[in-house]
C-alpha cells in the first residue's frame, strides 16, 4: 500500500506565484521527512527536508509545513520561478531498516 | 566525483535477455537502494541493503536479484527480461538516518 499520500498530481503556477503541495502518511514511525526535486532525464536530488520536532523549516524559497498530530506535511514554494518546473516527492523515513518510501509525485508547471 | 555513479545510462534489449546495471557510491555510506521509476513517475523501492542485510520489497519478481560484492557496489540482476520491465532504475545510497543520494538513472527498454 503506498506508506506516503501525495497531492495534486499536477500542478500549474503562474511565475511568481506560490506552489503548495501536500503530503500525507500513517506510520507514526517515520523520523524523517525529506521533499525531492526531479528533472527530466536526472535522479531525485534532496531539496529541502524536515524532522518531526519541528513544524516548520525554511530554506530561501523553500518552506516545509510539519502537522505531527495530523500526520500531514507540505512543501511551499514561493515566488515560484519557471527554472522551479520538474516534478517534486515527498518522502518520510523509518529508522527500522533505514527505508525511505516516496509519495506519488507532483509535476510543477511555472507559466513565465 | 560522482557520487552515486550507474551504468549504463540506457539499456535496451530483446524480451527474455538476461541483464545486469551496475551501481557504486563513494561516500562511504552503509545502505544502497534500487528503485524502480515506471512511466507514470512513480518511485518504488525494490531492494535496500545494508551491512549484508537485503530488504526485498515483497512486490518484486524473483527474476531481480541484488548483489552486493563490497559495500560501495550493489548491482542489479535481472533474468528473462518482460515488457513491463521497461522503466527507469535508479540506484542509490544513504548513511543510516540521513539523506538519500540518487544516481542519475537507468533507462531500460525492453523491446
Known amino acids: 500500500q503506498q506508506q506516503v499520500k501525495q497531492s495534486p498530481q499536477s500542478l500549474i503556477v503562474q511565475k511568481g506565484g506560490i506552489s503548495i503541495i501536500n503530503c500525507a502518511y500513517e506510520?507514526?514511525?517515520?523520523?524523517?521527512f525529506p521533499w525531492y526535486q526531479q528533472f527530466p532525464g536526472k535522479g531525485p536530488a534532496l531539496l529541502i527536508a524536515?524532522?518531526?520536532?519541528?513544524s516548520e523549516k525554511k530554506e530561501g524559497r523553500f518552506t516545509i509545513s510539519f502537522n505531527k498530530s495530523a500526520k500531514q506535511f507540505s512543501l511551499h514554494i514561493m515566488d515560484s520561478q519557471p527554472g522551479d518546473s520538474a516534478t517534486y516527492f515527498c518522502?518520510?523515513?523509518?529508522?527500522?531498516?533505514?527505508?525511505?518510501?516516496f509519495g506519488t509525485g507532483t509535476s510543477l508547471t511555472v507559466i513565465p | 566525483d560522482t557520487a552515486v555513479s550507474q551504468t549504463p545510462k540506457y539499456l535496451v534489449t530483446q524480451m527474455g535477455n538476461d541483464k545486469s546495471i551496475k551501481c557504486e557510491q563513494n561516500?562511504?555510506?552503509?545502505?544502497m537502494y534500487w528503485y524502480k521509476q515506471d512511466s507514470k513517475k512513480f518511485l518504488k523501492i525494490m531492494f535496500s541493503?545494508?551491512?549484508?542485510?537485503?530488504?526485498i520489497n515483497e512486490t518484486v519478481p524473483n527474476r531481480f536479484s541484488p548483489k552486493s560484492p563490497d559495500k560501495a557496489h550493489l548491482n542489479l540482476h535481472i533474468n528473462s527480461l518482460e515488457l513491463g520491465d521497461s522503466a527507469v532504475y535508479f540506484c542509490?545510497?544513504?548513511?543510516?538516518?540521513?539523506?538519500?543520494?540518487f544516481g542519475s538513472g537507468t533507462q531500460l527498454s525492453v523491446l
Open positions: 542509490a545510497s544513504s548513511r543510516t538516518g540521513e539523506k538519500l543520494f
Open positions: 506510520n507514526t514511525a517515520f523520523d524523517y
Open positions: 524536515i524532522r518531526p520536532d519541528v
Open positions: 518522502a518520510a523515513h523509518r529508522g527500522n531498516g533505514n527505508q525511505f518510501y
Open positions: 561516500l562511504g555510506h552503509d545502505t
Open positions: 541493503y545494508n551491512n549484508k542485510e537485503l530488504i
